[in-house]
């Protein structure tokens, strides 16, 4: 049983920062990419970041320089960085990772989000 749990959303105000991390747990072989998706209220979730195995991250153009992802491999986790925080940033983010068990291939992992919110 794998699982992928998100901290670290909340209440912040336009221009301030939050830091989310993902941490997977269970019977994990390998990790490969892991990512974080956010969606809004009546939008569609849409690709936040994405990060490979090797840590080469992508981040989306409507965040590029403000938000960063990173990830330590011995602990499982995965971290956005979040910057100068828009309104339009208010969303609830899902941790997504590609991951290998000892009985399944790569499988796509969910957590069950956590909410941001970006108000003054």
């Known amino acids: 049983q794998v699982q992928l749990v998100e901290f670290g959303g909340g209440l912040v105000q336009p221009g301030g920062s939050l830091r989310l991390s993902c941490a997977a747990s269970?019977?994990?072989?390998?990790?490969?990419?892991m990512g974080w998706y956010r969606q809004a209220p009546g939008k569609q979730r849409e690709l936040v970041a994405a990060?490979?195995?090797?840590?080469?991250?992508k981040v989306a153009h409507s965040v590029k320089d403000r938000f960063t992802i990173s990830r330590d491999n011995a602990k499982s986790t995965a971290y956005l960085q979040m910057n100068s925080l828009k309104p339009e940033d208010t969303a609830v983010y899902y941790c997504?990772?590609?991951?290998?068990?000892?009985?399944?291939?790569?499988?796509?992992?969910w957590g069950k989000g956590t909410l941001v919110t970006v108000s003054s």
């Open positions: 997504n990772a590609h991951i290998e068990t000892d009985t399944h291939g790569g499988v796509d992992y």
């Open positions: 269970g019977s994990i072989f390998s990790i490969s990419a």
């Open positions: 990060i490979s195995i090797g840590g080469n991250p």
